[in-house]
């Protein structure tokens, strides 16, 4: 990769700009709208936003006062479980649409898979409301959102399209190696969310020597280790100049010894949230 325009290709033939602006934990208002505008500005081409994060509506009008054009951009949001099932979903979608203010979204993904009794039928249940919104043109392509492998396996029994994604918290000593694989197996993109750890990297030692061998800041180094594990990094900052630094990552190019190094460290931190586990 390099540079922002440059795209990961979906199996239905969608591109994906290769760094997605994320928004998770950014509040609804005007942080929000600046935010996006601000990003938007810095080139970035693809925000990500999900219904339970609360900042559609800033999301939208960020996009609308932007000044690109819509087909310019890629848009991803996400449904949020308590609305899964076939007739919950397409409700849900249009509300995000509607909050949003856009006629179509680029990516829709299931947040998280079902994971209580019964899941399988509510994950394929909520699967097929994607297909009908796909097949409606409402949705460029689909895909899911922290599924594990055997979650999409199920998924395949009854799915008659193939999810084009799986965004996964993805970042040094955390890098889920045998979902990474199941997609790649699977001609899926793998979007890294949190690729920073949720900031919780960056004073990590061994991190910082090997950025600083580079010039780059530990926040530039995670980016670029997505990148060049053929992952999708979605870094969220609401600080102009973080934004402008996350984009900046097409001057270096790590070494296959550095990135051994940076695929074999142990767990550093992450959200701690398992797709099994969970009970939201
Ligand atoms: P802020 O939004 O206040 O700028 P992740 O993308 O892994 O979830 O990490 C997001 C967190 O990391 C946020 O707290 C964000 O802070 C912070 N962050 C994002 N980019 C940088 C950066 N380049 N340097 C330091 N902190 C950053």
């Known amino acids: 990769m390099k540079s922002l325009n440059e795209t990961f290709k979906t199996n239905n033939g969608i591109e994906i700009p290769c760094i997605g602006f994320g928004t998770w934990q950014t509040p609804e208002g005007p942080l929000a709208v600046n935010a996006v505008k601000y990003a938007i500005k810095a080139g970035y081409r693809h925000i990500d936003t999900a219904d339970i994060y609360q900042n559609e509506e800033s999301v939208g009008q960020g996009i609308a006062q932007s000044g690109i054009k819509r087909s310019d951009l ?3 949001t996400k449904l949020w479980n308590s609305k899964r099932g076939y007739e919950s979903t397409l409700k849900a979608f249009d509300q995000s649409l509607r ?3 856009l006629e179509y979204v680029d990516l829709y993904l299931i947040h998280w898979p079902a994971n209580k009794a019964g899941w399988e039928k509510i994950n394929a249940d909520t699967w097929r ?7 409606d043109g409402r949705v460029r392509t689909i895909g899911v959102s922290n599924f594990l492998a055997h979650h999409i396996e199920s998924l395949l029994h009854t799915a008659e399209i193939l ?3 799986d965004q996964i918290e993805f970042h040094p000593g ?3 190696a045998d979902t990474l694989a199941f997609c790649k197996a699977h001609h899926m993109i793998v979007e890294a969310w949190s690729p920073l750890g949720s900031g919780r990297l960056l004073e990590n030692l061994q991190l910082k020597e090997i950025a600083g061998r580079y010039a780059v800041s530990v926040a530039q180094l995670c980016i670029r280790w997505c990148l060049q594990n053929e992952t999708l990094p979605l870094p969220k900052s609401v600080t102009p100049q973080r934004i402008l630094e996350n984009a900046d990552v097409f001057n270096f190019t790590l070494s ?3 990135m051994q190094t ?3 460290l142990p767990y550093i931190g992450g959200s701690g949230l398992h797709p099994d586990k969970i009970d939201f």
């Not at 409301?129 to 097949?135: D, I, R, S």
């Open 74 to 76: 890629f848009i991803t």
């Open 256 to 258: 296959d010894a550095d």
């Open 129 to 135: 409301a994607f297909e009908t919104l796909y097949k």
């Open 174 to 176: 955390y890098m889920q």
């Open 163 to 165: 999810p084009s994604v």
């Open 99 to 101: 909050k949003l203010k």
């Open 262 to 264: 940076i695929n074999g």
